[in-house]
Structure formats: C-alpha cells, structure tokens
C-alpha cells in the first residue's frame, strides 16, 4: 500500500500511538474502539515530570457498514501546550472479519512542523492488526513502515519504522481524569531506523467502549519518557 501525503500530516504526535485498537468478536466492531458518530476523545500528553506538552482530540464522524464489518471516518485535531492548534487530520479505521485495522502511517513518532517544511513523504506500510477476543498472555501480529522523505523532487533520507512484540500482558484498572476503567494491558517495541536506530518501549490500557485510556513510553534503558492520559471521553 502506497500513499503520497504532506508529512505534516503524517505526524501525528505520539498521543495518537495508541489510537488502534482490537475488537471482541465478529460482530462487535466497537468493543474496544468508538465507532459511534459524534464520540470524542481528548487525550493528554505529558512529560516524566508531569509537565502538559500537548493535547489531541479525536472525533468520529462517519460511519459505514460493509459487508463483513464496518469503517469510521475519524477526525484528529492536535493542540501544543498553550493550546493552540497545531494541525488536523482525517483518517479511516476497519473493521473486518472481526480484526481492526489502521492505516500504520498513523503510528509516525512525532516531528516538528520546521523539520517537515516544504517536504513531502512517501510512505509504504502494513496495517497494525488486533485479533478479536484479547487474552492475557497473547502476542500481537508486528507492523513495519518505510517513509522516503523528499525536498523539491530531491531525496532526503529514508525511515523506516518496525513495532514488534506486541503482548497483551494484563487486564486491570485504571483511573484518569475521564474516569476508571477496566483496561487490558498491551505492551511494544518500536525501532526507528534513520542515520540512527532508536528503540523505545511502550505499555498502552485499552478499555471496553473507549479506547486508550493511557500510554507510557519509555527509553531503551527502561526510564520513563513521557505518558499520555484519557482527560475527556463524551459519548
């Protein structure tokens, strides 16, 4: 799967990291994901220490039954830490045969606007696959990514993203702003290859109905780096 793109958009920062999400069965496309139109979800990101470094909205706005599943249109706004926004963007999610799907360009770690200016990416992808009927113990299908960035027809570098061992590794609660909820416990690896290889780790609790509910990433070594919290979720 090929699609060309203005690389702004593609950087979604990493609060949308945890935006795809596994299903219960066949049947039941919105288990662990809003496929209502006019749900909302407002996630927070910090750093270690606590410090807000932005915000992402993300609202469903269409919905469309297929044959075997479903498809949503969702839009992402996404805000710094003053509170003004950054960038938007609409994107579709599937679900099929009971999986979901999510287009992996969407897993992009974030950039800044500057590195991105007068740019344009051309990514390559697989889709990041959930199984239906999470269980404890369970290993999740790995995803890879490969974006060319190019300047005026010129190429620039190459990226390429691996995530991999994917584990569901708890089921458990966990409270936010937005509330508690029963959440399993989904951990993974992502490398990125550039002129460097950075590997870090993240744990991402996804709740029946909602979603993430929070994400922590952490460096190689194990500190941790920064999290994200579920702050709002409206129905």
Do not use: H
Request: proline residues 3%.
């Amino acid at each position: 799967m090929k699609n060309t793109v203005t690389p702004f958009l593609l950087a979604l920062v990493f609060w949308l990291c945890s935006v795809a999400l596994p299903t219960a069965q066949a049947q039941d496309c919105d288990a662990y994901f809003p496929f209502k139109v006019g749900a909302i979800l407002e996630m927070t990101g910090y750093d270690a220490k606590g410090k807000t470094e932005g915000k992402s909205k993300m609202e469903i706005i269409e919905k469309t039954t297929i044959d075997n599943g479903v498809v949503a249109k969702a839009k992402t706004t996404i805000y710094d830490n003053k509170g003004k926004e950054v960038t938007n963007n609409k994107f579709d999610v599937k679900c099929a045969d009971g999986v979901f799907y999510m287009d992996f360009k969407n897993f992009m770690p974030a950039e800044s606007e500057q590195m991105f200016k007068n740019m344009e990416a051309t990514v390559d992808a697989n889709y990041l696959e959930f199984p239906a009927n999470l269980q404890v113990g369970q290993t999740l299908p790995d995803g890879v990514m490969t974006m060319n960035m190019n300047s005026n027809g010129m190429a620039l570098f190459t990226m390429n993203i691996n995530i991999n061992n994917r584990k569901v590794e708890a089921k458990e609660n966990i409270t936010t702003p937005a509330g508690t909820f029963e959440c399993f416990k989904i951990s993974q690896e992502t490398t990125v290859r550039t002129i460097m290889t950075i590997t870090t780790k993240s744990i991402t609790w996804y709740a029946k109905d909602v979603g993430a509910v929070r994400t922590e990433s952490y460096d190689r070594k194990g500190k941790l780096t920064g999290y994200t919290e579920l702050t709002m979720f409206k129905e």
